[in-house]
């Protein structure tokens, strides 16, 4: 199989592409033959030698995929060869070829073709665990998300919209921000002229608000918290700000707020299945109906990833960036 491999850890031109054996499904998992892949921020961590795989996953890079079921492995029912997917990987989206447990193999919505359906699995699941199955976004509530215009950005906009939250976001652009408006955001933020707390509080009159989904980590930790409501939930899901910060406890406690941080590569096999499956229960009928759908920037050969990671690196893509091996 074809199979984007490196020569060490560092820049995008360490990418190149291989040819590697094919992967065989072993009990309980399914060969899928990749139509397209992702490129996450996670990606280019793993590129720079910071995020290695869980053990056990591929080393080659990639968190999610599209494509046919090639193969089934001892014991998968369900499923039939030729049926089109797309999959949460641990590792490997990057091939002609990859390997995914049962579990994490989903069918493609209505309406989505395959391979934009490479766009959903990892935003999808990352945003309906954290924002709805841990941080129990409810209707009407105030919903803040930062880097509106990224991946997980675009798909949290319109499923927090869909859910009927009033929807506030941080960007960095104007065509970022009017893109944010464009898919549901109520209020969209320039984060390098405004200040984000005073510009939720003033809109939600002092309020704040109730749920927060940061990718930044500790450059944003204590105004995030200064943006909580009353019983607001902050969930951090990043560290593009760094990895330490300061936590005012007694501003929490006032709050009776929560700071929740979690991870989704590395969740047992078993977890992410029960993600999936909720994933296909609750959010595939608002893709199949069109009140959400995938954003995608642009769509490159395997051969040009090194050009797809220096695109999400520099900022400029909207939603996400996909290649087709």
């Known amino acids: 199989m074809r199979a984007v491999t490196q020569t060490a850890p560092g820049g995008p031109e360490t990418l190149v592409v291989s040819e590697l054996p094919d992967p065989v499904p072993g009990p309980g998992e399914i060969l899928v033959d990749v139509a397209a892949t992702a490129v996450n921020r996670a990606d280019l961590l793993q590129r720079q030698g910071f995020y290695p795989p869980p053990p056990g996953a591929s080393d080659v890079i990639g968190l999610e995929c599209s494509g046919t079921v090639a193969a089934l492995g001892e014991g998968v029912t369900g ?46 699941c990352t945003v309906w665990s954290n924002v709805f199955m841990v941080a129990a976004l409810r209707p009407d509530e105030v919903f803040l998300v930062h880097g509106g215009g990224g991946g997980i950005g675009t798909f949290a906009i319109q499923l927090a919209a869909a859910s009927g939250a009033r929807v506030f976001t941080t960007a960095g652009s104007a065509d970022k921000l009017e893109r944010c408006r464009e898919l549901g955001a109520e209020v969209a933020i320039n984060y390098r002229d405004d200040d984000f707390v005073d510009v939720v509080r ?12 940061d990718n930044m980590g500790a450059k944003y930790l204590g105004r995030n ?26 501003r929490l406690l006032s709050k009776r707020g929560a700071v929740i941080a979690t991870a989704l590569r590395s969740r047992p096999v078993e977890s992410k299945a029960r993600i999936c499956a909720s994933v296909v229960e609750h959010v595939w009928p608002l893709v199949a109906d069109g009140q959400v759908r995938p954003v995608v920037s642009a769509v490159l050969p395997l051969d040009e990833v090194a050009e797809a990671h220096r695109l999400i690196e520099s900022g400029e893509a909207v939603g996400k960036v996909l290649l087709t091996p």
């Open 225 to 250: 918290v200064d943006v909580l409501a009353d019983e607001g939930r902050l969930v951090i899901i990043g560290m593009q700000g760094g990895s330490k910060g300061e936590l005012d406890i007694g």
């Open 79 to 124: 499923w039939a060869v030729g049926d089109a997917v797309c999959a949460l990987l641990a590792g490997g989206g990057y091939a002609s070829r990859v390997v995914v447990p049962a579990g994490q193999v989903m069918p493609v919505p209505d309406g989505i073709d395959l391979v934009t359906a490479a766009a959903l699995p990892e935003v999808a």
């Open 202 to 213: 003033t809109a939600t009159d002092g309020a704040g608000a109730d749920v927060v989904l």
